[in-house]
């Protein structure tokens, strides 16, 4: 199918784009997604640095190739729990000119936190994969592929940072979803942080069934409570740090869950069944075009010089 230019025409270069140094990345925190990301990122031949407050997880990323150091330049990665964020980078020696971009599952505060000292440096990240296991023991470099990865566009993010971190996001198999700190937080609230407190909820009031209802709990009970097995702190620090849009998702739900039982489930099934096809599209390194195409459900799959190359869904 044809390209279409979202937001704008994508200009074609006059003249041949220099190829520069791929700028090598650090990674702060060596856990499921940091580990994994490194991991990943040294397994393509990409210059990957790391460090863990934890030597366990400094030894188990050593041994799969990850050079550990506190010296970090280029891209660094802060893969730290939430509370952790502030104080991510105490100790390390980060170049003045490196980009700083996180793994956070919550983005206006941790945005707000980093840029208070390191200004439109920072750019904030989320990449929506992981699963319930975490630490070091669960790291695995395919962990990103086919992975939507979000990445704040905010009016004074440097736009040229912006790349850089979509570039390593584009490096492990991600797609890069371009989206505002405001935006992403409320889209999460409904699809990821309310359904963390769905499943404990269903957990719970299973528990309360009694022993009977445990044991005859089979396969819907299992995919409904998996991420129950989260790290509890994690999860309280993900929902109390996007509390506003968290509660305000969760009373999408509790009104839904009012509806007559055969309209929700109908409503329901027509949601998660529907199928759309893409629609291959090019979009120019313009703020505005860039989220034009994340609003639309799409995502940037490759840089191509002066645009991005990337899709959005075609109706279904």
Do not use: Y
């Not at 620090?237 to 109908?266: D, F, I, S, Y």
């Amino acid at each position: 199918m044809a390209d279409a230019p979202i937001g704008g025409a994508a200009p074609a270069p006059r003249f041949p784009v220099p190829t520069l140094p791929v700028p090598p990345v650090g990674v702060v925190g060596l856990g499921q997604l940091g580990g994994s990301l490194a991991d990943a990122l040294a397994a393509g031949g990409r210059p990957v640095s790391g460090w863990d407050v934890d030597p366990a997880a400094r030894d188990a990323a050593a041994a799969r190739g990850v050079r550990i150091t506190q010296e970090m330049a280029g891209v660094v990665v802060l893969a730290v729990p939430l509370p952790a964020m502030a104080s991510a980078l105490e100790g390390l020696t980060v170049d003045p000119d490196a980009t700083i971009t996180d793994l956070g599952s919550v983005k206006r505060p941790v945005l707000e936190t980093l840029a208070a000292t390191l200004g439109n440096r920072v750019v904030g990240g989320h990449p929506m994969c992981g699963t319930e296991r975490s630490g070091h023991a669960a790291v695995d470099p395919t962990l990103f592929t086919g992975a939507r990865w979000a990445l704040c566009l905010e009016p004074d993010t440097d736009l040229s940072r912006w790349l850089r971190v979509a570039e390593v996001a584009l490096a492990v198999g991600a797609e890069v979803v371009p989206v505002t700190a405001a935006e992403h937080d409320d889209a999460v609230a409904a699809i990821s942080h309310v359904p963390h407190l769905l499943a404990a909820a269903l957990a719970a009031a299973a528990a309360e069934a009694g022993p009977l209802a445990l044991a005859l709990a089979a396969g819907s009970f299992a995919g409904g409570t998996r991420v129950v097995g989260s790290d509890p702190a994690f999860v309280t620090a993900m929902v109390e740090g996007n509390a506003v849009p968290t509660a305000a998702a969760l009373a999408r739900v509790q009104q839904q869950l009012a509806r007559p039982w055969p309209e929700l489930v109908a409503a329901g099934h027509a949601v998660v069944t529907r199928t759309a096809g893409r629609r291959t599209v090019r979009v120019p390194l313009d703020r505005a075009a860039l989220l034009s195409l994340g609003r639309a459900g799409g995502a940037v799959t490759r840089r191509l010089a002066a645009f991005v190359e990337g899709w959005v869904p075609e109706p279904a």
